[in-house]
């Protein structure tokens, strides 16, 4: 079974973006291709089969913790990740409490 693809298309959409995020060479240092990764293990399930969209949410501070890396190193790399394609930032809520950034995986961004 080595070499096949899942037929899940959120499992293997997820994989196709992780490969790319790890091939990808125009990626400094590292960072955007750590955010990339740590983003698609937030991926929600349940949000691609309510809507179609491969969507995550976590913090700054969690996507920092989790990539070892300082909060601006994080920013920087999550704003890396979205010019690198993997991802779109779209701000849901109103302004104030409630307002959430959620990246939104981009499937053309894997070969």
Not at 24 to 35: F, G, L, M
Not at 51 to 80: C, F, H, K, V, Y
Request: with cysteine; aromatic share 6%.
């Amino acid at each position: 079974m080595a070499g096949q693809r899942p037929r899940d298309p959120f499992t293997r959409l997820r994989l196709e973006t992780l490969e790319h995020a790890l091939l990808n060479r125009k990626a400094r240092a590292n960072t955007a291709r750590c955010i990339a990764i740590v983003l698609l293990r937030y991926c929600s399930r349940e949000e691609y089969l309510r809507t179609g969209n491969i969507e995550a949410w976590p913090s700054i501070a969690r996507l920092a913790e989790e990539g070892g890396m300082t909060e601006d190193t994080a920013a920087a790399a999550i704003q890396q990740a979205c010019d690198l394609g993997y991802f779109e930032r779209v701000v849901k809520g109103s302004r104030g409490r409630g307002r959430t950034s959620v990246y939104r995986l981009h499937p053309q961004a894997a070969p």
